[in-house]
Every structure is written in C-alpha cells, then in structure tokens.
C-alpha cells in the first residue's frame, strides 16, 4: 500500500476538510520474487465517486464502493513495474486516479518497520486523520481494496 497526505481538501475553491488520505494497493503474485508479476491495482476515492464509469453523472456519486479496482487493462499505466498514478483534482476535492501515461517521479517506498516508533505512534493516533496504514486500519483497507 501506498498512500499521500493532504493537509486540506478544497472544494469549490473553499478548505472544506483536513488530514484527508489517499492511497494505493498494488497487487503481485508473490512477494518473494525478486520480479513479481503485477495483478492488480486498487486506488482510494474521496467521496462516493466512481471513477471507473466512463462519464460523471448523477449516478456517479451513489457507489458504496471505496476502491476503483483494476485487473486487466493496465499495460498503458505501467512504467517497468511501476504504476504511473496522478493526484487530479476533479469537481474540487483531490482524487487518486491510476489514469496516466505521463512519465513522473519515483517516489521512495518507506516500509512501516522502518518508521521510528514515535512516528508509528503519531499516525496509529486518530489525530491526523484516518490513516490507511495504521495498525487499526491496514487489514480493514486491503479487504476493501481487495479487486479479486
């Protein structure tokens, strides 16, 4: 899982909320190989949005699904065996969509081992949000990303 920090959300040009976050599971075949085989991606949404129907309607906004899920059709976002995601703003708030072809920036992958333990303390606290990753959280999130 990966996941990004927005401090506020803007909608309609006004800061409407804090501490949003948003993130990405990609799913392998198996962890242990040194080149696992990429199955699928599942990106977070803010709101009720659906962004897999091809045109935002009316009917958009009423999925109780909280993950786009993709596992098939992905060739065009990879990079290597990278996913190319893009934060888009669409209608005011901030939305993670896998919909790009444009090359970015790598970003470094921190495992939570790795985070020092008051770091760890801060974000299992409920201080900053509802953090996709913290122990009371991860599991919750990969059942709901789950696209299989």
């Known amino acids: 899982m ?5 401090p506020k959300t803007i909608t309609a040009l006004v800061a409407t909320a804090t501490h949003d976050w948003q993130n990405a599971v990609v799913w392998i075949n198996n962890p242990d190989l040194e ?3 990429i199955m699928g991606l ?9 962004h ?4 935002i309607t009316r009917e958009t906004f009423k999925s109780d699904v909280t993950y786009d899920k993709r596992t098939k059709d992905f060739d065009q976002f990879l990079d290597g065996t990278s996913f190319k995601l893009a934060s888009t703003l669409i209608l005011g708030p901030i939305f993670l969509r ?5 090359k970015g920036e790598f970003q470094d992958l ?6 020092p ?3 760890r303390a801060a974000l299992n606290s409920t201080e ?5 990753f913290s122990d009371a959280n991860f599991q919750k999130k990969l059942a709901e990303a789950w696209p299989f």
């Open 52 to 55: 897999t129907k091809p045109h």
């Open 128 to 132: 900053i949000g509802n953090v996709p």
């Open 98 to 102: 896998p919909m790009t072809e444009k």
């Open 2 to 6: 990966y996941a990004w920090y927005y």
């Open 110 to 115: 921190v495992m939570w081992s790795q985070l």
């Open 35 to 37: 080149s696992p085989k």
């Open 117 to 119: 333990d008051v770091a």
């Open 42 to 50: 599942s990106t977070s949404k803010k709101s009720e949005t659906d």
